[in-house]
Every structure is written in structure tokens, then in C-alpha cells.
């Protein structure tokens, strides 16, 4: 009998006996492994929970017991035993998404997938059960170690040990990595009680002696354990962490062993009073290319063959990641004050290769935007020029930093947002598409957007000589496309890549939607309307050539994948009446909403950003002589002899 097809829900795991559990979560790691070798998504981090879930269900009973899950990739075991297990179209329009949702289910609370904030959620959850008589219901907050370097984990729990009257347990995911290997000073100290031999040891062999006696012997080891445990945290000093925050502390417990787990977390749900559970685990658990993979334990894949881990999918195109690395590296190769600087994201970012080359130089600070940001302030100061890269989502979590430590002291500060616009299949929190319109009301901030790879690198050696301020670079996430090169480049650096004598609409792209401009004057052009298209490459501050080219035409069209609220558009729209000039701006872009998973394609069409909808838009604003001061068109408008197409691909 297959385990796995019996369990609809958590409570299904009731009926199972203890001799069964370890059977299932075989079946769960063979199922992860074979679904996810289709669809891609993460794969080490759902094997190192496989255990750990199925005793936090088995021991509390959602949804009268809040679950909450820090980050939430981790959450695909969680899916399974919550009944979820069509995972045919995982991340994919229609299909479960990779991180908890709550319109998939009653079972799912924290949907964000920004790390270190579960502590926090517990916290106000677990006050709000009791301030409301809830007091039959737990809290269980999953942590990895790696959230542990945000400083927000820590404001939780200064405010969680307020307060112990509580029924709130903090399941400390314990595998040494959060993306890749865990760093810092609270990583030293976790490895110190990982890999201690006098509490393993101790607790081993201790252990061993009372198995050999059978089960009465067991159930004596049982007894004794509370002891025994107060007896190794002498010995390893693992609670000295928590003492001064009143928060008890269980473990460490192996978070492979299923009956360990389920007794220790039983014991923290009898405590009532805030628990720590310390389960130690291992990323990639049972699945050897996973655990294989010194980079990142197979934390997020792509299509693979499920016997060897290898990639099944095409080789794209060079990707935008790995253009921004080498050009770093180049740069920092001829220029000794460039330093970097990331947020547990080293490898994603591209920032290895400046790492391996300049080991000293590149700085990995744990998932900690914050500091990140304000300690590139003071490298600044100090007289480098730090490159703060990290993926444009996260940019959100360190505004305050980038606002008042770097921008008010004029620090020359550039920051690198990776997977910027729409992302695709990590779904609402993941998209990158929120930076223009947060960061452009920043004063004496400079934003950059390459369309290519060769604007890529312009871009980052214009950005890296500037001293006076922040500057900001900000690309999409995977392959470069096509370059585009310009038929003309303004005073200002303003790109011309298409010019139509016939100056009906001016086309105003941000970034690589250069290509989406181009498709729109070509369709515009088979309509007889003339458009010239230009590429600002700094889209802030609105270059002053883009406001005599907006006085020249009869309308504006602005095409950016950011939110369009308070975006380019709207501050081209913003300079274009402050120079008095009238003209028409259409401002296109991203709605203010939540966007689902999906490829960036499809959700790219579903918001009617394609090439077809925008210019059938333009066409009938032309035609329906919505423009003030239209002029009207030529009778035939399919005759594009007054269009001067001098597009270069």
C-alpha cells in the first residue's frame, strides 16, 4: 500500500502507527524527487523537512494550530499532508505555488516569502489567541538557522520572551545553509553545538545503554531524558543562547528521527509557555546529487533527470546575472576601491566570482538587507565604493537604510537588483516590481535600466564612478536577449532606436520592454501612425532630451515592467507638465496588485502588456482623436512611406 495516497489531511497521520512513519517519508522524498525533476522548484530544502513535518502534524492539529512557515519554500511536505498532491503544474499558471497560499488552503497562514518575518507573525498570532480566550490553540513557527542572521528574528524574540504565558513553539530548522551555507557569528555558535563531540557523544551512548535493554529500558531513557538534557547543556552550553531570553529551550534533536521529534515537540506543547525545539537536519536529505552539491544542496532546480540530478533543459542564452558577474569582476579587477556586498545571496547574485577572486573583498552578511545597506554607507565613508547586489524584491525590506544612511549623506553607493519586473513562477512577493516607484522618490538617486547586455555593462561602469549618491542598477531575471543597438545616441546618453519622420508617438521604453517598443512601432507603422522609440538607459532623473522629444510628438507612451503607480510614466508625465508641456501621456506598466505565479509571458499578457493589445490601444487613441491637437491621419493607413524605420537588431 502507497502511504502517501491515504493521507488527505493532517489528521490521516493519526492512524498511522510509528513503525509506518519512516515509510512515508521515504514515499515523500521519492514523490518530491520525481514531481519536481518535471517542474523544477526546491527541491533540498522540502528533503530536510520530510520528518519534521510529519511529526509537527502529527503532534498539532491545524488549522485550530497556527502553522507558520519562515520563508515558506520549505512548505511543499506541509502541501502533501494537507492534501495537496497534484504537483503536475507546481509554480505554473493554475498550479499549487512554491510558497504557502491561502486561497489553496485553510491550512496555509504566512503567504510572504521574505525571510526572518515568522517570528513575528508568531508572535502577534499567538497574543491575539490569548487576548481573545483562543487558549486551546498553539503557534508553531518554522525557522531555518539561516533566518537567524535577520535582525527582525531577534526584535521577535526580545518581545516573545515578554511573555510566557504563551502557547508558542519556535521549530528551529537547523541544516547550516539558508540559500547557501550559513554565516556569522550565529552560525559559528549553532556548529559549535552541532558538531560538539561531548554532547554527541554523551547523548549517543547514553542513549545506545538504555535501547539495549529493550522497552522497559526505552521508557526509562525517556524519563531520564529531561535530566540527561540538563546535564549535556552543562556540559555543551547549547541553551547558553537563550538563557537571557527566558525562552526554554529543547534539543538538539535529530530532525530525522521522527519519534525524537514527535516526543520533543509534544513536550513544548504541554510547556505552555514559549518554546525553542532545536531539530538538526540536513538539506537534500536522501537524495544523493542534492547532497551532493557543495553550491547549495540542490536548493532550487530546473528540470533534472531524476536518477543523476543533471539538468534536462536546453542551454539558454548567456543570462543577465552572469553578465553583471564577469563586468563586476572586470571592474573590480582595474579598480581596488570596489568592494560587494550581499544578503545570503551570493551565488544567485553572481557575486562568487568577485568572491573567488577577491575573497576579502566581497562581503556575504546573512539575510540582512537592513545592515547590508547601511553598511555599505560606511564602507563609502571610509572611502571604497561598495556594489550592493540583491534581488530587487528584497531592496523593499532595506527602503529606510537607502533613504536616510545612504541618500542623506550623499553616499557613492551602488546597488545591483537582480530579478527585477516580473519573475515568474515564485509568485506575489518575488516580483521585482516595486523598486522604480519606491526607490525614485529617493532625492539625488540615479536609476538605471539596461535593455542588453552591452547596456548592462555601460550602465555598471557609469554607476560605479559616482561618489556623490546612490545609484541604482536593475535588471530581469534569466536570458539576455537581443541587443538593440541605437541609430543615434543624444547628448544626454539617451538612445534613439527607432525615429519616424512622421512624429505621431514617442515611445519611451524602460530597460529590456526596449524590445516590446520596437514590436509596438512597427505595428504602429503598418497603421500609417509614425512612433520614435527611445531607451532613456537612466530613466532617473528624466533626461532633459526626453522632454524636447515628448514637446515633438503628439503623445507619450511609457512602457516599463515596474508597478505603474508613481512609476517612470508617472514621473515623465510628473516633468513634462513642470516644463509646460502638454503633450499626451499614456503611462504603461504593471498594475498595483498582487500578481499571481505563472512565466513572465503569461503574466506579462494577462495585465495586457504585449505588443498587440498596447498598439491596438494607440491606434484607436489616434483614431478616436483622443489626443489634444491631434492631426489627422493619412487616408491610407496601411502606407508607411513617410516612416523612417532605421531599427538595427
Known amino acids: ?79 502533501l499532508l494537507t492534501g495537496r498532491q497534484d504537483f503536475s503544474k507546481l509554480r505554473q499558471l493554475d498550479g499549487l505555488a512554491g510558497y504557502p497560499q491561502r486561497s489553496e488552503s485553510e491550512h496555509d497562514i504566512v503567504e510572504s516569502s521574505h525571510a526572518s518575518s515568522s517570528l513575528s507573525w508568531a508572535d502577534g498570532i499567538s497574543r491575539a489567541f490569548e487576548m481573545t480566550g483562543q487558549n486551546d490553540r498553539h503557534v508553531v513557527a518554522v525557522v531555518g538557522d539561516g533566518a537567524l542572521t535577520g535582525g527582525m528574528t531577534w526584535e521577535a524574540l526580545n518581545n516573545i520572551s515578554d511573555d510566557n504565558t504563551r502557547k508558542l513553539i519556535i521549530v528551529v530548522n537547523d541544516n547550516g545553509r539558508s540559500y547557501a551555507p550559513t554565516i556569522g557569528g550565529m552560525a559559528r555558535f549553532l556548529n559549535t553545538i552541532r558538531t560538539r563531540a561531548s554532547y554527541r557523544d554523551a547523548y549517543l551512548t547514553s542513549k545506545d545503554v538504555f535501547d539495549r535493554l529493550g522497552a522497559p529500558g526505552r521508557a526509562v531513557w525517556r524519563g531520564v531524558r529531561g535530566g540527561m538534557h540538563g546535564f549535556l547543556a552543562r556540559v555543551t552550553n547549547n541553551e547558553a543562547l537563550y538563557s537571557n ?89 582595474e579598480n581596488e576601491r570596489i568592494v560587494a556586498i550581499t544578503a545570503a545571496m551570493l551565488r544567485p547574485t553572481g557575486l562568487h566570482k568577485m568572491a573567488e577572486r577577491f575573497p576579502s573583498r566581497v562581503h556575504d552578511v546573512g539575510i540582512a538587507e537592513q545592515h547590508a545597506v547601511t553598511s555599505a554607507a560606511g564602507l563609502a565613508f571610509g572611502g571604497l565604493h561598495p556594489v550592493v547586489a540583491l534581488y530587487a524584491t528584497f531592496i523593499n525590506r532595506a527602503f529606510d537604510q537607502v533613504l536616510m544612511d545612504v541618500a542623506l549623506h550623499n553616499a557613492g553607493v551602488t546597488f545591483v537588483l537582480d530579478r527585477a519586473g516580473v519573475t515568474g513562477p515564485d509568485g506575489p512577493s518575488h516580483h521585482g516590481m516595486w523598486d522604480l516607484a519606491i526607490l525614485q522618490v529617493v532625492p539625488n538617486i540615479r536609476l538605471a535600466a539596461p535593455r542588453d547586455s552591452v547596456r548592462l555593462r ?60 520596437l514590436d509596438v512601432a512597427d505595428r504602429l507603422a503598418a497603421q500609417g501612425i509614425g512612433a520614435t522609440v527611445v531607451d532613456p538607459r537612466w530613466v532617473v532623473p528624466v533626461p532633459r532630451s526626453i522632454i524636447a522629444l515628448a514637446a515633438a510628438h503628439r503623445i507619450v507612451v511609457t512602457i516599463e515592467d515596474g508597478i505603474r503607480v508613481g512609476g ?27 500578481l499571481d505565479h505563472g512565466t513572465r509571458a503569461q503574466i506579462l499578457e494577462r495585465v495586457g502588456l504585449t505588443p498587440q493589445a498596447i498598439a491596438r490601444d494607440v491606434v484607436a487613441m489616434v483614431l478616436g482623436s483622443k489626443i489634444p491637437n491631434a492631426r489627422p491621419l493619412p487616408a491610407d493607413h496601411t502606407d508607411t512611406g513617410s516612416i523612417r524605420v532605421t531599427r538595427r537588431d
Open 1 to 79: 500500500m502507497i502511504l502517501l495516497e491515504t493521507i488527505h489531511g493532517p489528521r490521516d497521520l493519526d492512524g498511522l502507527s510509528k513503525g509506518q512513519l519512516p515509510q512515508l517519508a521515504a514515499e515523500i522524498r521519492s514523490f518530491l524527487v520525481r514531481e519536481i525533476s518535471k517542474t523544477g522548484g526546491h527541491l533540498g530544502p522540502n528533503l530536510g523537512v520530510v520528518e519534521l513535518t510529519i511529526a509537527i502534524h502529527r503532534v498539532f492539529h491545524s488549522p485550530v494550530d497556527a502553522i507558520v512557515f519562515d520563508t515558506g519554500h520549505q512548505s511543499y511536505v506541509h502541501k
Open 245 to 333: 531570553l527566558d525562552i526554554k529551550y529543547i534539543g538538539p534533536i535529530d530532525g530525522h528521527d521522527v519519534h525524537a521529534l514527535e516526543e520533543a515537540l509534544a513536550q513544548a506543547r504541554g510547556y505552555g509557555a514559549p518554546v525553542i525545539v532545536h531539530a538538526i537536519t540536513q538539506k537534500g536529505k536522501g537524495y544523493d546529487p542534492a547532497v551532493q552539491d557543495v553550491a547549495d544542496q540542490f536548493h532550487a532546480v530546473g528540470q533534472i533527470d531524476p536518477e543523476t540530478g543533471e539538468s534536462v533543459e536546453e542551454p539558454g542564452a548567456v543570462s543577465w546575472t552572469s553578465v553583471f558577474a564577469d563586468e563586476l569582476l572586470r571592474l573590480a579587477t
Open 568 to 594: 517612470i510614466g508617472t514621473r515623465i508625465r510628473q516633468d513634462l507638465r513642470e516644463a509646460g508641456v502638454d503633450t499626451a501621456v499614456t503611462e504603461l506598466g504593471l498594475p498595483d496588485q498582487f
Open 458 to 517: 555601460e550602465e555598471l561602469a557609469e554607476a560605479v564612478v559616482v561618489d556623490d549618491g546612490p545609484t541604482v542598477l536593475r535588471f530581469p531575471k534569466g536570458s539576455v536577449g537581443l541587443e538593440f543597438e541605437a541609430i543615434r545616441r543624444l547628448d544626454d546618453g539617451v538612445d534613439v532606436l527607432q525615429e519616424a519622420t512622421q512624429a505621431d508617438v514617442l515611445i519611451v521604453t524602460v530597460g529590456p520592454m526596449a524590445a516590446m517598443g
